[in-house]
């Protein structure tokens, strides 16, 4: 028998220099990101919470906010979105519920495979839409249940106006500058 999210909270509370999920009622080490992947989930991050917060739409947070999805795991993604009527107070644990939007990042040692997984459990658990990032190849794919993968590139624009209605980041912003 595996574990539930109350032990997980425990192991985590007990262990909070590492940051865990819980698969399967397995528990997984989720290894820091790499430096680029989480600059490109904070500039999206702040991007769409600059356009939700004064918009009063809903809840963005970052890689270490879990969410207790419908199958009892316990799943965090990079960055996610949670439209108001569906969250109306931030819970003190873990929220229980897939949230409206989810994206990963991939940093150096993921597997897109497993991302492109990840994302899957998420769309079939209630999320409306998955995005992974690839700043390797500077890629960004969209992800809705029974629909075709969208790629977008730096040529392209982010939008999301099903969750998001009139906000939008172009692709090439979304990579970390360089400084000369």
């Known amino acids: 028998m595996g574990l539930t999210v109350h032990e997980l909270a425990k192991l985590q509370a ?63 993604p990079d960055v996610s979105f949670v439209r108001a009527e569906r969250l109306r107070r931030s819970p003190r644990s873990f929220a229980e519920l897939a949230p409206d939007l989810m994206v990963e990042v991939k940093s150096p040692t993921d597997s897109v495979a497993k991302l492109r997984d990840k994302i899957q459990e998420f769309l079939v658990l209630g999320t409306q839409v998955g995005i992974l990032i690839n700043p390797e190849i500077q890629q960004v794919e969209i992800y809705r249940l029974g629909q075709e993968v969208i790629a977008l590139s730096n040529e392209d624009t982010l939008t999301i106006p099903d969750l998001l209605p009139g906000w939008e980041v172009a692709i090439a912003d979304l990579w970390p500058l360089v400084f000369e």
């Open 14 to 76: 007990d262990y909070p220099d590492y940051r865990m999920e819980l698969v399967d009622g397995e528990v997984k080490i989720m290894s820091p990101s790499g430096y680029e992947a989480d600059e490109v989930s904070i500039e999206l991050a702040a991007q769409i919470r600059n356009w939700v917060r004064p918009r009063q739409l809903g809840r963005v947070t970052g890689s270490s906010a879990g969410f207790v999805l419908p199958n009892a795991d316990t799943r965090a």
